[in-house]
């Protein structure tokens, strides 16, 4: 079946730097990728979709200069959280669609 | 905009026996798709079921089947025979069948497990 893997796993940064977390399909080409975030014990919230070749459609009230995502090739996507502040730490997880929709398995990003 | 309610932050249920989990949702399409993804601690996504909502059977996965009620927007989960494997946090999610196909969850339910 499809694979979605997501990298890293977890990561600790400094406050005031940048952070990539790569999601990356694996048996299958995905022309549209999808990141979310999930807070503590809350639900999934849609952050923007990624599409190969063109510029990501970022959901309303999130910051596409804080929050960059490339998507250069049909099996790689990246999210990159620039100068990130505490309040940044979250999970955050990525989607390939591809028959259906694979999700990774996350990251847990913690700004200290 | 499509919205998607989960009422029950959360449910127990005893081993071996049968539990429902709500989930309601608006929407003006008449093409979508509904599902339920458990996220145990691992917090991996799982695909448990999907529904087409054009089709009025109900979906079942082995002891995993939905009650799909489309003139009242309701997609209740039924697990039959619960294991204790079943406890995680289930969330019911709405999909268009066009346009941007992205989805949007509703809040979760989380779900005990008693041995």
């Known amino acids: 079946g499809a694979v979605v893997s997501q990298h890293p796993s977890r990561v600790i940064c400094k406050s005031g730097t940048s952070v990539k977390i790569e999601c990356r399909s694996l048996?299958?080409?995905?022309?549209?990728m999808f990141w979310y975030r999930q807070f503590p014990k809350q639900s999934l919230m849609l952050m923007a979709t990624s599409n190969e070749g063109s510029k990501a459609t970022y959901e309303q009230g999130v910051e596409k200069d804080k929050f960059l995502i490339n998507h250069a090739s049909l099996t790689l996507s990246t999210l990159t959280v620039t100068s990130a502040h505490p309040e940044d730490s979250s999970f955050y997880i990525c989607?390939?669609?591809?028959?259906?929709?694979?999700f990774g398995s996350g990251t847990r990003l913690t700004v200290v | 905009a499509q919205t998607v309610t989960q009422s029950q932050p959360e449910m127990s249920v005893q081993e071996a026996e049968t539990v429902t989990l709500s989930c309601t949702y608006d929407t003006s399409e008449s093409d979508y798709y509904l599902f339920w993804y458990k996220q145990p601690p691992s917090r991996q996504m799982i695909l448990v079921i999907r529904?087409?909502?054009?089709?009025?059977q109900n979906a079942t996965e082995n002891r995993f089947s939905v009650n799909f009620q489309k003139a009242a927007k309701s997609f209740s989960l039924k697990i039959s025979d619960s294991q204790l494997g079943d406890a995680a946090m289930y969330f019911c999610?709405?999909?268009?069948?066009?346009?941007?196909?992205?989805?949007?969850f509703g809040t979760g339910t989380r779900l005990k497990v008693l041995a």
């Open positions: 989607s390939a669609r591809s028959h259906g929709y694979t």
């Open positions: 529904q087409e909502a054009y089709k009025q």
């Open positions: 048996d299958f080409q995905a022309t549209t």
């Open positions: 999610a709405y999909r268009s069948g066009s346009g941007t196909y992205k989805y949007i």
